[in-house]
């Protein structure tokens, strides 16, 4: 399995981007999706998450200018972000949590997209 990050970019404060996450390879199911973020010097955060029965989870930090969505026929999940601050800046993972048959389940890694949000 492996997902792939894209939609990074340099934007300026108060403006947006959508990032999205593909997975590929032996799927059975996906039942969790995410996004987490890491700044330099920092631990790595969590941003947003939504399930399979669409509920979503945002850190407080994001909540009202971020938005996570997910396309269950494509196994793509998007991140629309907007209002975007300087203390958004961070490098974005792509997270979930993907059955590979019945009985086996694990958290996958995408490698990461840079977001730049300048002043």
Do not use: H
Not at 8 to 29: H, K, P, T
Not at 56 to 67: I, L
Not at 72 to 84: P, Y
């Amino acid at each position: 399995v492996q997902l792939q990050a894209s939609g990074g970019g340099l934007v300026q404060a108060g403006g947006s981007l959508r990032l999205s996450c593909a997975a590929s390879g032996n799927i059975f199911r996906i039942s969790k999706m995410g996004w987490y973020r890491q700044a330099p010097g920092k631990q790595r955060d969590l941003v947003a998450v939504i399930t399979s029965g669409s509920s979503t989870t945002y850190a407080d930090s994001v909540k009202g200018r971020f938005t996570i969505s997910r396309d269950n026929a494509e196994n793509t999940w998007f991140l629309q972000m907007s209002s975007l601050k300087p203390e958004d800046t961070a490098v974005y993972y792509c997270n979930a949590n993907i059955k590979t048959s019945v009985y086996y389940a694990q958290d996958y890694w995408g490698k990461g997209t840079q977001v730049t949000v300048s002043s």
